[in-house]
């Protein structure tokens, strides 16, 4: 789906381009200027932050790295590299005047000391622009007082799968992967149900598996029709 015709069905739209390799400035100002005022952008951190120089999602990464700066990278490790990707996504963010950034960590990110104590020196040390929601994905076996207490400490919205678990923040910024995989097509029970989860709070609905355009599409008309009480989500398919 064209850029201009997906603005025309939603208001927010998720950029995962950010993740893998920052675009080029060109690219995202098209972007910027082919959507009206009004729309939304958020965008994924890029992976250096997050994710360690082995992970499999490096094969898309362009940008060369030296061997000293490969151990370097990932598990919010405040170096000089991770602290210039920063900086390249808040470039990314201020073109396209996106609301949010998403640091979504790898499953291997698990609860120890160790990783606390980096996530907490990133996020103190990270510069922060005004008007942009921080959002965490945490994966894997995070407690919820945990992560609750983490996103209380450190400002940080919680990004989540509502099929396995609730988010934990006031605003909710919702993560779908596919419950099946990310072929999974989601079953109108299975929205219907999604509908139950926001309802009574705002939030977020990012559509995340293969068919998100279609899904993403069908649960904003469930959210229409429902009235009032789910009105504050706000639904989007990512863009990859």
Not at 1 to 26: I, K, W
Not at 28 to 50: D, H, Y
Not at 52 to 67: D, G, H, I, M
Not at 207 to 214: G, Q, V
């Amino acid at each position: 789906m064209a850029l201009t015709s997906y603005a025309q069905r939603f208001g927010v739209l998720e950029v995962q381009q950010t993740f893998y390799e920052p675009p080029r400035e060109a690219t995202m100002r098209r972007w910027r200027a082919s959507v009206p005022p009004a729309f939304e952008f958020t965008i994924k951190a890029w992976q250096l932050i997050t994710h360690e120089a082995k992970s499999s999602t490096y094969r898309r990464l362009r940008t060369p790295l030296s061997a000293e700066e490969r151990t370097e990278v990932g598990g919010f490790r405040w170096t000089p590299v991770v602290a210039r990707a920063w900086e390249t996504t808040l470039g990314c963010a201020a073109i396209l005047e996106a609301t949010a950034i998403l640091l979504q960590c790898p499953a291997s990110f698990r609860p120890t000391e160790p990783a606390i104590a980096r996530l907490r020196e990133f996020f103190t040390r990270a510069r922060r622009p005004a008007g942009v929601r921080l959002l965490w994905e945490p994966r894997g076996p995070w407690p919820d007082e945990v992560v609750r207490g983490l996103c209380e400490e450190l400002d940080l919205t919680h990004a989540a799968d509502p099929f396995l678990r609730r988010s934990l923040t006031p605003m909710a910024y919702y993560r779908l992967h596919g419950i099946t995989g990310a072929r999974h097509v989601y079953t109108d029970a299975e929205l219907a149900q999604l509908a139950d989860v926001i309802n009574g709070g705002p939030a977020y609905v990012m559509f995340n598996n293969l068919p998100r355009a279609a899904d993403a599409w069908r649960f904003s008309q469930l959210v229409r029709r429902d009235g009032d009480a789910t009105q504050p989500a706000r639904v989007d398919a990512d863009l990859d």
